[in-house]
């Protein structure tokens, strides 16, 4: 039995789909800034999610100090987890990065025109 | 009495047997592309008339003497425009964040959903694909709404990821429009049905480009004797509709992978046929050979329903010009020529009678104790979850 290798699923999230990417600002690293600070916007969201479900459950359930906070030491499993996280959160945050390098790399059908694409598929 | 924020909590959206299990972080993030979405559809979308008004079609007047003729003038002008500028990066950022978000939870977890769609799936007769299906390049070539790799892309055997991130996602960018299993198109069509043609009790169902499923779902539950086929060319979503509705008990309704160009079913077989937000995901020669087989496998006296966004003739070039975003900026490259064909020529070449055509609407139906009652002010040009129901009786 072979065994298969399991996915590396990460930089597949933020894979780039075919079309070319529309711009709208006059110079594209304001639009490029942009989508980096929505990432960021969006964990921020998130973060600020957890923290209150985490208050809320403290509040409810009893609690933990500071000090217990300021000493935590990370085991291997909740090392691990925690390097993964950073790992997809950078390639979320520089998803938009990731996307122009597909474009540059990517062969010229990847990156069609929309509008001529569905002129040629108009007649298929 | 209390009541649920809109848009709601991702937590209350449904769950069924292909569900990929979200994290607090995945639910967090969807509420957040919601919350976002629903921002910018109620302050910042109004503010592109205001700009066009005030600022760009004065200028554009100033300039040639005259208002914009058309679409693509009032394009070329907007796209000068500050506000249109930021507006559009923000929504084609929040786009691909949903994108990302949802390829995020299904893929990190792709075997165990692939082993639960197949498990529902295993030898059933309901589910007919095949092998050999040679998917039309004008599906297999666009990654409609920026997801990558389309509907028909497979990372692994037995695929449903495709079909699962379409499913995980939908909250994020109607904002909770659809309602709690994303079906209010479903129920829209379903109450449609019975408000407007209670008499007809069809023995046999046809949706065309079934996708998903979850539009097909309430009109199954709703004639529960009807044989219902629904037919689609993406073998991703095949698998994952035909689990998704045995886990939720719906069982007459048979997959199959087929064209809706043609469909291997026989001359006047269907007492109903229809289509959800389908046509404007083909091609116009494609359109052209649906319309005709929706004629050719409708009984006389049967019913044909298509589900779409309005038609933009007759519309005001600024109105047409923000319909036609999605096209251009978000990877539906036949969304405008879809909305510029004349339907009612199409179906009167193929043999429908012109006198026996109309134009309704219909409106997402959800439970409104959570999901809320959809904003009647609140226009996301193209996004909201009401649409017009173009029908025509053999």
């Known amino acids: 039995m072979s065994v298969q290798a399991p996915l590396d699923y990460i930089p597949l999230t933020g894979a780039k789909p075919r079309g070319k990417r529309p711009y709208f600002f006059d110079d594209p690293a304001v639009e490029r800034v942009l989508a980096i600070t929505m990432a960021v916007a969006q964990e921020v969201a998130v973060l600020r999610e957890r923290l209150d479900t985490v208050e809320r459950l403290l509040e409810k359930h009893g609690g933990l100090t500071r000090a217990e906070i300021d000493a935590y030491e990370p085991d291997q499993a909740s090392a691990t987890e925690r390097a993964e996280w950073s790992r997809m959160y950078i390639a979320r945050v520089l998803r938009i990065v990731q996307q122009e390098i597909e474009a540059l790399n990517a062969s010229p059908d990847n990156n069609y025109d929309l509008d001529a694409k569905a002129d040629e598929l108009g007649r298929t | ?394």
């Open chain 2, 1 to 394: 009495m209390s009541s649920w924020p809109s848009p709601p909590p991702y937590s209350l959206v449904g769950k069924h047997g292909v569900s990929p299990v979200t994290s607090h972080d995945d639910r967090a993030r969807f509420n957040f592309l919601a919350q976002l979405n629903t921002h910018l559809a109620t302050n910042v979308v109004p503010a592109n008339a205001r700009a066009y008004e005030l600022k760009v079609k004065p200028e554009f007047e100033k300039e040639h003497g005259r208002a914009p003729r058309d679409r693509h003038e009032v394009r070329r002008a907007m796209l000068k425009n500050s506000l249109f500028q930021t507006w559009s990066a923000l929504r084609r950022s929040s786009m691909e964040l949903r994108q990302q978000n949802g390829r995020e939870v299904v893929l990190r977890q792709i075997a165990d959903l692939n082993q639960r769609a197949a498990a529902l799936n295993a030898d059933s007769p309901k589910l007919k694909l095949d092998p050999k299906f040679v998917v039309p390049p004008y599906i297999a070539k666009v990654d409609f709404h920026c997801m990558p790799g389309g509907y028909i892309d497979e990372l692994a055997a037995d695929d449903v990821s495709a079909a699962a991130n379409y499913d995980v996602g939908i909250f994020a960018t109607t904002a909770g429009g659809l309602g709690r299993l994303n079906d209010g198109a479903g129920h829209a069509l379903a109450g449609w049905l019975k408000k407007n043609a209670p008499e007809l009790k069809p023995k046999r169902i046809l949706d065309l480009g079934c996708g998903m499923g979850h539009s097909l779902l309430p009109v199954a539950q709703a004639f529960p004797e009807a044989e219902v086929i629904a037919i689609d060319v993406a073998a991703p979503l095949l698998r994952f509709a035909h689990a998704r509705a045995k886990s939720l008990d719906v069982n007459n309704i048979t997959f199959i992978q087929a064209n809706a160009e043609q469909v291997p079913e026989p001359d006047g077989s269907f007492d109903l046929v229809f289509t959800t937000m389908f046509l404007h995901e083909t091609s116009n020669t494609a359109i052209k050979r649906i319309i005709n087989e929706t004629h050719r496998l409708l009984r006389p006296g049967g019913l044909c329903l298509h589900l779409e966004q309005p038609q933009f003739e007759g519309l005001p070039p600024f109105e047409q010009f923000m319909r036609d975003w999605d096209a251009l900026y978000n990877n539906e490259p036949f969304w405008t020529r879809m909305h510029e064909m004349d339907l009612e020529a199409l179906m009167e070449a193929v043999g429908f009678q012109r006198e026996k055509m109309f134009v309704s609407g219909a409106q997402a139906v959800v439970d409104e104790t959570i999901f809320g009652k959809q904003k009647e002010d609140v226009e996301d040009y193209g996004r909201k979850a009401s649409w017009h129901v173009f029908g025509v009786r053999k």
